[in-house]
């Protein structure tokens, strides 16, 4: 129902939004305007970007928490998204999301309403907040099963081609 709401009210918004601003100011004006935030947002967004991608680098190399990285990637992402959407209610989002505060302030919001249960990586390690891979105090536990062959190994195998 909210996507719904989304697709029919945004338009509806940007609509309005066109008609005050082209009946203000005109035309051309409106349209540089869009078009300005269109290339202004661009840049904005890919250097926002950037220091997104670093910090997740930098969250991996660590072996810290990538989430919040990630969302903040996404909401730069979703900003580039709704800059080269052409109206001002979108470009408005938009150049908001671009702003480091308010996309903390989303996150912590979002974060709050997700309980995550478990995380892992890769086949299984645990992720444990705060901590090397390895310590010296760690203990690696395992267990094993002997696989013995099924036929004599002095014979060869069907898939060897023998005398």
């Known amino acids: ?8 009210l945004v338009p509806i918004i940007e609509i309005a939004l066109f008609i005050q601003v082209g009946g203000l100011i005109g035309l051309w004006p409106t349209l ?6 269109a290339v202004l947002g661009t840049a904005l967004v890919r250097t926002q970007g950037r220091m997104a991608l670093a910090n997740l680098q930098r969250s991996f190399a660590e072996l810290d928490d990538p989430t919040e990285p990630l969302a903040h990637g996404a909401m730069i992402l979703l900003s580039g998204v709704l800059l080269l959407t052409p109206g001002f209610f979108t ?3 938009g150049f ?3 702003v480091p505060g308010i996309r903390v302030a989303v996150f912590r919001y979002l974060k ?12 299984g390690a ?3 907040s705060g901590s090397a891979p390895f310590e010296q105090d760690d203990v690696i536990d395992g267990e094993f099963t002997e696989v013995r062959p099924r036929q004599d190994p002095s014979k060869p195998s069907k898939w060897v081609e023998g005398p």
């Open 91 to 93: 470009d408005a989002v």
């Open 112 to 123: 709050s309403k997700v309980t995550i249960t478990q995380f892992q990586m890769g086949n």
């Open 96 to 98: 908001a999301l671009l």
């Open 32 to 37: 540089a305007i869009v078009v300005l935030t």
């Open 126 to 128: 645990q992720f444990r």
């Open 1 to 8: 129902m909210y996507l719904f709401l989304a697709f029919l």
